[in-house]
């Protein structure tokens, strides 16, 4: 496991990709007590940009048919059972 909330931060970013399948901009201050990090993610949990601990820009370019194209590899979605979920 990675070392620090910074580390705990990108993991938790790259896991909501990941489990959402989609792009994630994650924004995290560059000042104390915070450890700056912000970064962006594909949709397969692929940090594509990370700023350090001093202040970023990120810019990126998201092409969003990637999210379709990684939902038609990994069909996540078509397993759940939404029946069984409790209200």
Known sequence: ???????????????????????????????PPFCGGSLIADPTGTVLQEAGEQ???????????????????EKIFSYRRPGLYRV
């Open 55 to 73: 202040e970023a820009l990120l810019v990126q370019h998201l092409d969003l048919t990637r999210v379709d194209r990684w939902r038609q590899q």
């Open 1 to 31: 496991m990675p070392a620090g909330f910074h580390g705990i931060h990108r993991l938790r970013m790259q896991s909501r990709a990941l489990d959402n399948q989609l792009f994630v901009l994650s924004y995290n201050q560059a000042a």
